[in-house]
């Protein structure tokens, strides 16, 4: 449905989502199966899941001029859209075990699988159908390549490096080099850096 707080939901606020990876597209048709909405997915801004609705999640592009808010029928639902949204960008690693190859290192090594689907390999899959009553099925084509970037394992090491930085009132110091000595570059995944009495007046 789409998400909004002012007014009850009625026909007109269903929607579907179609994340295609072989396009590399979001779709969001009407009710009637007809497309409103289409973008590309490497203009992907934003996908959000609300941290007070299991239900709900958001959608920003670069191409829109508003983010879209979305209520889904369920928790699960949500889940399944916002996993299957985010593994359409090639910067994210999905778990698939049976896609990985076997040469990939164990402990968080990753590596691009192209599925292809051209031509003879397209294949024709019983999807959930939007549009009529729960239970119905369609027939659903899917042609095209795609690539994703596959892992073994579910979870990986993050490394964390943490710091604060006591300012005393004074403007941050124009040379970064001289923070490097406090702040190891390129050493962390990750770099959380917390600043206190930073505010000063310009000469």
Request: proline share 7%; charged share 30%.
């Amino acid at each position: 449905l789409k998400w909004n707080p002012n007014k009850a939901f009625g026909p007109a606020d269903r929607r579907i989502w179609v994340v295609d990876h072989f396009a590399k597209s979001f779709y969001c048709l009407d009710a009637k199966g007809k497309t409103r909405k289409q973008h590309d997915a490497n203009k992907l801004l934003q996908l959000e899941r609300n941290v007070m609705d299991p239900r709900r999640a958001r959608l920003m592009f670069f191409d829109a001029a508003k983010s879209y808010e979305i209520l889904f029928p369920s928790n699960d639902e949500r889940e399944r859209f916002y996993e299957t949204g985010s593994s359409i960008r090639p910067a994210i690693r999905v778990y698939a075990p049976s896609l990985t190859k076997p040469d990939t290192a164990v402990d968080g090594g990753s590596t691009t699988t192209t599925i292809d689907g051209t031509k003879e390999n397209a294949v024709v899959q019983k999807v959930p159908s939007p549009f009529k009553k729960t239970g119905e099925l369609l027939d659903r084509e899917l042609r095209g390549r795609c690539m994703i970037n596959s892992s073994k394992v579910q979870d990986e090491p993050v490394s964390v490096w943490c710091g604060t930085f006591n300012m005393c009132g004074s403007p941050p110091p124009r040379d970064s080099s001289s923070l490097e000595s406090w702040m190891p570059k390129g050493k962390y995944d990750l770099y959380a850096v917390c600043t206190q009495e930073c505010s000063y007046q310009k000469k």
